[in-house]
């Protein structure tokens, strides 16, 4: 099959639409983007990104010449596929909110014609269903206005992680498609089949990982391909979840969860990818798609009782942050608390069902002050929460400086090099350092002066971990395996 570059039309322009549309423009194609934030599109028409995500601005510079940014939906007629990545979010129930979308394909449909054959591509996380929806909703409209178009619609679900959603574009490990229409299959295989092959030009903010093995090609049924990206992401949620409630165990018994966790990731078929223990995930993705599985269970009167105990072990996790607090304070009130960390994940500015949002509000309910530092987040956090009761400080010292504790939310990775010294030296009291991440060592916390507290290191809260890896250092004039 000859290739040639396509005419795409992306709705949406949130951390999939935008990156999904950089990063095809970036191989090759005529992209457009459409949303309805005005704001946003003008931010995008000056070359500034409205998210924060590694590398995009430097790609809306190189692909500028492939890329064009509205408001209008017009653009959509002469597109040989059309994308929809809008916001799908949890409504009260539990079940995914698809009004934006639905409000998209009525806007789309009008530009539908039998001049050319197009494709509409579901891209956000949708129900399973939501493809046979969207083709009725345009067959139904194409009806009342008594008019054709040569049109199939597809699933081609996302699988980007924040802060590495270029990378996870241009390097994926498989790209899903479904599709019962072998036009639309050819007509998305023919978009990404530089992406497949790998033969676009690395661009420099993302270059090709060495070895990079060619990317699979999964061509599926709709339905299955809506299923895939919710029994991923659930999987995923489940799996930090399980390590999450091993380490509540490895506390009990004196176990390190570090090292648990290195000794069954090592197995290939377990795998060490999301075998961090901690204070648990957030973000857009885990807790809306876990509950809109387990809702799409129950409306076929289907009980999915494993995802749902990740779902509470998860929020457990929160909880068990301010306990480990208490045990070590005794009393909150009246204390000063310091967050480092305010984004649910490190390299993104986003706070959606960011843990530290829930650990701030539960300090603040027991009257404690909170301070807080983020290296990208904070602009974001006095924007959307300004109800919060927290005070913003310019770096990691001036947070410490008369805190009681100290809460590691975010993983940054400037956090994994902190002056530990200096901040025991400006904190106050016992000097609390809690790791909600385990990414600190635990003797070199200790020996700066902080009382050192993570998650399923229950050796080190005691100090017998610490001890024994001293103890182990003078016996044999080494360090102990895992320091």
């Known amino acids: 099959m000859s290739r040639k570059n396509l005419k795409v039309c992306i709705v949406g322009t949130g951390y999939v639409g935008l990156t999904t549309g950089v990063c095809l423009a970036g191989i090759g194609h005529d992209v457009v983007c459409i949303d309805i934030d005005e704001k946003k599109i003008r931010m995008l028409k000056a070359g500034q990104s409205p998210i924060y995500e590694p590398g995009i601005e430097d790609l809306l510079k190189v692909a500028a010449d492939k890329l064009s940014f509205t408001t209008q939906y017009t653009d959509c007629k002469d597109a040989d596929v059309i994308i929809l990545a809008v916001g799908t979010p949890s409504a009260k129930s539990g079940k995914a909110d698809l009004s934006y979308m639905e409000a998209a394909v009525t806007e789309i449909v009008n530009y539908l014609h039998g001049e050319k054959f197009q494709v509409v ?182 009980e999915m009782p494993i995802i749902s105990a990740a779902v509470a072990v998860n929020k457990r996790q929160r909880s068990r942050m301010i306990e480990k607090l208490q045990e070590s304070l005794k009393v909150v009130r009246g204390r000063t608390i310091g967050l480092l960390g305010l984004s649910f994940k490190p390299d993104t500015d986003d706070l959606r069902d960011a843990p530290a949002l829930d650990i701030i509000r539960y300090l603040v309910e027991m009257g404690a002050r909170v301070k807080a530092f983020d290296p990208i987040a904070m602009p974001n956090c006095k924007a959307y929460y300004p109800e919060l009761a927290v005070e913003y400080t310019d770096d990691v010292l001036q947070l410490a400086s008369g805190c009681d504790a100290v809460l590691l939310i975010t993983e940054w990775d400037e956090f994994r090099r902190l002056p530990l010294e200096q901040l025991a030296e400006r904190m106050t009291g016992s000097k609390v350092f809690v790791d909600g991440r385990n990414i600190v060592d635990p003797g070199v916390a200790q020996e700066a002066g902080l009382l050192y507290i993570g998650f399923g290191r229950s050796g080190y809260e005691s100090g017998w971990g610490y001890n024994w890896r001293r103890f182990h250092r003078q016996l044999t004039g080494k360090q102990a395996v895992g320091e």
Not at 125 to 141: F, H, L, W, Y
Not at 142 to 159: D, G, M, T
Not at 186 to 215: D, I, V
Not at 278 to 299: H, M, P, Q, R
């Open 121 to 302: 591509v579901n891209k956000s996380t949708v129900p399973v269903g939501t493809a046979q929806r969207t083709e009725m909703i345009i067959s139904s409209i194409l009806h009342k206005q008594n008019r054709q178009a040569n049109f199939a619609v597809a699933s081609n679900p996302e699988f980007l992680r924040e802060g590495l959603a270029v990378h996870d574009t241009f390097y994926p490990d498989r790209i899903v498609i479904g599709a019962k229409n072998t036009e639309a299959l050819n007509s998305l295989r023919n978009m990404y089949a530089p992406l497949l092959e790998q033969t676009f030009a690395a661009p420099k903010a993302c270059p090709r990982p060495e070895g990079f093995p060619l990317p699979a090609l999964i061509t599926t049924d709709v339905t299955s391909a809506e299923m895939i990206k919710y029994a991923a992401n659930s999987f995923l949620a489940t799996k930090i979840s399980y390590i999450n409630e091993i380490s509540g165990l490895c506390e009990k018994v004196g176990a390190d969860v570090t090292e648990v966790a290195r000794g069954i990731g090592l197995d290939k078929r377990i795998g060490s990818r999301f075998l961090q223990a901690g204070v648990g995930w957030g973000g857009s993705c885990f807790g809306k798609d876990t509950a809109a599985i387990i809702n799409t269970g129950l409306e076929y009167a289907y």
